[in-house]
């Protein structure tokens, strides 16, 4: 879903179809028990399950669907058979791609990856070819009409945050990982509601797409989303709605 504007991706979270929302929540009740089994299911004590739970709701998941899923993380099973992967991925007309994958089998998913990207015009990377182009940051969205411009500003950069974004739509806070609780919490108090928060993964260096281009691009990133063991799709894209943004 990463591999879409930011705008584009708030808009892909808000208005799925129910046949996309359901899978949706499927991949993000994977995220939630993974992240319970691993740290716990307090969310105050456990940073990712906090930022799951933040996506999650972001999705307007269901607190039934959330509180199962930890319920099944804290309690074993599922969650344990689950490894991390990160597939790095040349798309069409140059663009880059990050994959994070959660798979209970890797040679499966590793075959369905190949096939999805060869019919769909794309290479896989060598190893670092891909992350490389690519910085972790905390990102956090803000709509327009949800904050005030000057006092969101002076609220990110006292709480730590490394850059203020402003543009037509709304706002974009960037911090290094280790300051994004910081900043959010501090969203959070003043009762400043993000439409998006998380630790994501940003290009260094952006490829601008025509329309035409983008859409062979985005071909290939809608296949790789539907796959069951996609986490996230992390691209190096310049879509031409952010150009208009």
């Known amino acids: 879903m990463a591999g879409h504007s930011k705008w584009a991706k708030v808009k892909h979270f808000k208005g799925a179809i129910d046949a996309k929302r359901a899978k949706i929540f499927a991949k993000l009740s994977r995220e939630i028990a993974i992240a319970a089994k691993l740290g716990g299911g307090d969310p105050a004590m456990n940073p990712r399950l906090r930022m799951v739970l933040?996506?999650?709701?972001?999705?307007?998941?269901p607190n039934e669907n959330i509180e199962r899923a930890i319920k099944r993380g804290t309690g074993g099973g599922e969650a344990a058979q689950y490894e991390e992967l990160t597939y790095e991925i040349y798309a069409p007309h140059g663009v880059a791609l990050l994959v994070e994958i959660s798979t209970d089998n890797r040679n499966r998913t590793a075959a369905e990856i190949r096939s999805i990207v060869s019919r769909n015009g794309g290479s896989l990377a060598a190893q670092g070819a891909v992350s490389r182009l690519f910085q972790r940051?905390?990102?956090?969205?803000?709509a327009r009409e949800d904050a005030d411009e000057d006092q969101l500003?002076?609220?990110?950069l006292e709480a730590g945050a490394e850059d203020f974004r402003a543009d037509a739509r709304g706002y974009e806070i960037l911090t290094e990982p280790a300051k994004f609780e910081a900043v959010h919490q501090q969203l959070e108090a003043r009762n400043i509601k993000p439409a998006m928060a998380?630790?994501?993964?940003?290009?260094a260096i952006t490829v601008p797409l025509s329309e035409e281009q983008a859409a062979?691009?985005?071909?290939l990133i809608d296949a790789l989303e539907e796959n069951d063991d996609v986490k996230d799709v992390y691209s190096n894209?310049?879509?031409p709605e952010d150009r208009k943004a």
């Open 54 to 61: 933040l996506k999650s709701r972001a999705a307007n998941m």
């Open 137 to 142: 940051k905390g990102q956090i969205i803000v």
């Open 153 to 156: 500003m002076e609220v990110a």
């Open 198 to 203: 998380e630790i994501t993964s940003l290009p």
């Open 216 to 219: 062979a691009v985005n071909r």
């Open 237 to 239: 894209a310049e879509f």
